[in-house]
């Protein structure tokens, strides 16, 4: 089962900042929190990780409580080509005992609008 | 992108045929995994691999054998196909590590007739 809960779905504008939430109550202390996206009939797209300190790279910015039970992914300046399911996983690296497996849950279907 | 490729892309069978899918990597990385993806479910882990002859089963592997000879290549056998696995069939692979992340290939649609 997954470990995290995310909306359905969600409308941004283009040009706009799209903030995705998700809860991770459950958390382990040595679990990542993971964000893949996956647009309509392609394989999942990386876009970014995190442990515990919010983390930026040139897709999205990933903000994480202090408590680390949830997240937020955001795209600071959302386009018509992010339109995709955004799935928020937990699990440990593969350099542990979970050899790097992902739990896909039903992720968030966002939608960006001219 | 990172170097997967997935053969066949498309394959339409019938039940009871025996049906092998290849994934390919030219990145040296030590994980692979199958996933498979159906309307409804999102991708579930089908089978993994830890090493060369390393594998193991993941949440759906009944109907599922892998192999991996080689470090670049993954297979996924279906012995005897049935509808149940008309699906959409992704790769991916991992270095490991704590900066791990997994890269997936392109997919491959199966339809068993």
């Known amino acids: 089962d997954a470990k995290t809960t995310q909306p359905p779905s969600m409308d941004c504008a283009e040009g706009r900042a799209a903030n995705l939430p998700c809860n991770h109550s459950?958390?382990?202390?040595?679990?990542?929190v993971y964000w893949y996206r996956q647009i309509h009939s392609q394989g999942p797209q990386y876009i970014i990780h995190?442990?515990?300190n919010n983390e930026t790279n040139e897709m999205a910015s990933l903000i994480i409580t202090e408590d680390r039970k949830s997240s937020t992914l955001i795209l600071p300046h959302a386009t018509l080509r992010d339109t995709a399911v955004y799935y928020c996983i937990v699990e440990p690296t593969a350099g542990g005992t979970s050899y790097g497996k992902l739990t896909f849950g039903q992720g968030t279907i966002l939608t960006v609008h001219p | 992108d990172a170097g997967i490729t997935q053969s066949p892309r498309h394959k339409v069978t019938e039940t009871g045929t025996p049906v092998t899918l290849r994934c390919h990597q030219t990145e040296n990385h030590r994980y692979m995994y199958w996933y498979r993806q159906d309307p409804g479910h999102g991708l579930r882990l089908i089978h993994y691999?830890?090493?060369?002859?390393?594998?193991d089963k993941g949440e759906v592997s009944d109907g599922y054998s892998v192999s991996r000879s080689k470090t670049e290549d993954f297979l996924l056998t279906l012995e005897s196909a049935t509808s149940s696995q008309t699906s959409v069939y992704f790769c991916?692979?991992?270095?490991?590590?704590?900066?791990?992340?997994?890269?997936f290939g392109p997919g491959t649609r199966l339809t068993v007739l």
């Open positions: 995190g442990l515990k």
């Open positions: 691999s830890y090493g060369v002859k390393d594998t």
């Open positions: 991916a692979i991992s270095a490991g590590g704590d900066t791990d992340t997994q890269y």
């Open positions: 459950t958390i382990s202390g040595n679990e990542y």
